[in-house]
T-cell receptor, first 117, second 113 residues
Framework: GAVVSQHPSRVICKSGTSVKIECRSL??????MFWYRQFPKKSLMLMAT?????????EQGVEKDKFLINHASLTLSTLTVTSAHPEDSSFYIC?????????????FGDGTRLSIL | SQELEQSPQSLIVQEGKNLTINCTSS?????LYWYKQKYGEGLIFLMM?????EEKSHEKITAKLDEKKQQSSLHITASQPSHAGIYLC?????????????FGKGTKLSVIP
């Protein structure tokens, strides 16, 4: 159980394009979803936390207008990288967490490799 | 400053050998999670520890959280090539109920057949 699907797995596009990444919890309801960015040999960097039906909470230094997050249902969150530029190239990973108690781990998608030319 | 320190950064062991990876925090760990990641892929949940002194095992992997809840270790017994990957510890260091996790930089494990 606890499967999180992330799509697409890889995107290569031109500078200025907007890219949407989907994160779905397949077999549980995700009350909270998280979006991370991972740089080579670095920790996962939390970008934002989204709760179903409410606005996402962005971490300091993350541009809200650049990285649009929508969590419209308990099984789907999307991250849209608007007007992407080469510096946005990275590995983006989502995670989903069900329930509100402390004993619920985050379950991760397989990540999206974004390359902006 | 890095809130979670993992050691070692990388590890190369012969198949069949035991190994230990450590995760240390300067703050109290309200929840400690171990994940495994293969390069360019997502994270696979291994184990979660919450109570001081807690120990959990799954197959050949054992994780412990010390009594002070500031350090955790992950021990692999009789390592196999399938254990190779990047091991990440993630922790709730705020205790504020946001359930956000801070991650270490990871330990890259290579197992030589």
């Amino acid at each position: 159980g606890a499967v999180v699907s992330q799509h697409p797995s890889r995107v290569i596009c031109k500078s200025g394009t907007s890219v949407k990444i989907e994160c779905r919890s397949l077999d549980f309801q995700a009350t909270t979803m998280f979006w991370y960015r991972q740089f080579p040999k670095k920790s996962l960097m939390l970008m934002a936390t989204s709760n179903e039906g409410s606005k996402a909470t962005y971490e300091q230094g993350v541009e809200k207008d650049k990285f649009l997050i929508n969590h419209a249902s308990l099984t789907l969150s999307t991250l849209t990288v608007t007007s992407a530029h080469p510096e946005d190239s990275s590995f983006y990973i989502c995670s989903a967490r069900g329930g509100r108690g402390r004993n619920q781990p985050q379950h991760f998608g397989d990540g999206t490799r974004l390359s902006i030319l | 400053s890095q809130e979670l320190e993992q050691s070692p950064q990388s590890l190369i062991v012969q198949e069949g050998k035991n190994l230990t990876i450590n995760c240390t925090s300067s703050k109290t760990l309200y929840g400690l999670y171990w994940y495994k990641q293969k390069y360019g892929e997502g994270l696979i949940f291994l184990m979660m520890l919450q109570k001081g002194g807690e120990e959990k095992s799954h197959e050949k992997i054992t994780a412990k959280l010390d009594e002070k809840k500031q350090q955790s270790s992950l021990h692999i017994t009789a390592s196999q090539p399938s254990h190779a990957g990047i091991y990440l510890c993630g922790a709730d260091v705020s205790g504020a109920g946001s359930y956000q996790l801070t991650f270490g930089k990871g330990t890259k494990l290579s197992v030589i057949p």
